[in-house]
């Protein structure tokens, strides 16, 4: 079994930047696959990234979604078991729940019917 927690999130202004983070705890491995989603109101949930555990970068799967490539980035720190997703630049439009889900292999990254562990959320809200 594994457990995965998020926390960071709050209130920023547009234009802003925030850090996200997700600790996963019990029987966790290498080839476990960590994601973000997020669900903003009224919209459907979205997958914004996801990276296997591997503690070497050559050897690591990382995938993003295009539209959010460049401005948000998903880093683990495998030693914390903690997965980061860094957020810059936010948009009133990325207020959303932001969720941390886990599962083995990183296949079908976006699909977080999949995931069969995955955290309660951190509400992210940007202002104009």
């Known amino acids: 079994q594994v457990q995965v927690m998020e926390s960071g999130g709050g209130s920023v202004q547009a234009g802003g930047s925030l850090r996200l983070s997700c600790v996963a705890s019990?029987?966790?491995?290498?080839?476990?696959?960590v994601a973000w989603f997020r669900q903003g109101p009224g919209k459907e949930r979205e997958g914004i990234a996801a990276t296997s555990l591997t503690s070497f970068a050559s050897g690591r799967e990382t995938y993003y979604t295009d539209s959010l490539k460049g401005r948000f980035t998903i880093s683990p720190d495998t030693a914390k078991n903690t997965v980061y997703l860094q957020m810059n630049s936010l948009k009133p439009e990325d207020t959303a729940m932001y969720y941390c889900?886990?599962?083995?292999?990183?296949?079908?990254?976006?699909?977080?019917?999949?995931?069969?562990?995955r955290g309660q959320g951190t509400q992210v809200t940007v202002s104009s």
């Open positions: 019990g029987d966790v491995r290498v080839s476990h696959c």
């Open positions: 889900a886990a599962k083995w292999g990183c296949s079908q990254w976006s699909s977080y019917e999949f995931y069969n562990y």
